[in-house]
């Protein structure tokens, strides 16, 4: 069964208004989660790392005051899209590590369109 | 910074035939961890096998199997016996492991024709 999931599962919002995607770790303490972003047909690209207590650390080219994110315990990081325009429309996937420390889980992901 | 390379956009086989998706990766670490997920139409990533550095011996998984060249940083993903189920897109991935984060190709999307 699922190990990683998301909610919701696809969201449309208006230009302008801000959007909270959540990601909760299923039957573990994921001190560290990670947030994706896919454009259609492409790859996965890595937001940011989500660190449970701490700041998250961001990507070069991300914009950390537009995208929010606060992984306030073990189970749930939280991803919020500050003043969404219809350019942050994409797939929003996040997943945990387990395993030893070195695979990730992913969640099913969330699609965001912003009209 | 590590970078993964999948030169094929896309490849097509016949059912129950075998193909082979190629990946290289650019790394000067020796101890990393190489993954190849399956993204199908769901767009769930689903993990198909996983490749530890340190070993030398290819990891297979059923009707998956990895040739893993680290001299060369290769990492090809062959599949045996192929079902219309394997239609989807892989992705290549390379990981440090421990907090580090997971590098991903540009994926190659698999067509399997009946």
């Known amino acids: 069964g699922a190990v990683v999931s998301q909610h919701p599962s696809w969201v449309i919002c208006k230009s302008g208004t801000s959007v909270k995607i959540e990601c909760r770790s299923l039957?573990?303490?994921?001190?560290?989660m990670f947030w994706y972003r896919q454009f259609p047909k492409q790859s996965l690209m890595l937001m940011a790392t989500s660190n449970e207590g701490s700041k998250a650390t961001y990507e070069q080219g991300v914009e950390k005051d537009k995208f929010l994110i606060n992984h306030a315990s073990l189970t749930l990081s939280t991803l919020t899209v500050t003043s969404a325009h219809p350019e942050d429309s994409s797939f929003y996937i996040c997943?945990?590590?387990?395993?030893?420390?070195?695979?990730?889980?992913f969640g099913p992901g969330t699609r965001l369109t912003v009209l | 910074a590590q970078t993964v390379t999948q030169s094929q956009p896309e490849m097509s086989v016949q059912e129950a035939e075998t193909v082979t998706l190629s990946c290289t990766y650019d790394?000067?670490?020796?101890?990393?961890?190489l993954f190849w997920y399956k993204q199908p139409p769901s767009r769930q990533m689903i993990l198909v096998i996983r490749?530890?550095?340190?070993?030398?011996q290819n990891a297979t998984e059923n009707r998956f199997s990895v040739n893993f060249q680290k001299a060369a940083k290769s990492f090809s993903l062959k599949i045996s016996d192929s079902q219309l189920g394997d239609a989807a897109m892989y992705f290549c991935a390379y990981s440090l492991g421990g907090a580090g984060d997971m590098r991903f190709g540009a994926g190659t999307r698999l067509t399997v024709k009946p």
């Open positions: 790394t000067s670490e020796s101890d990393y961890y």
């Open positions: 490749q530890e550095a340190y070993k030398q």
């Open positions: 997943s945990d590590q387990r395993e030893g420390g070195y695979e990730q889980f």
């Open positions: 039957d573990f303490q994921a001190t560290t």
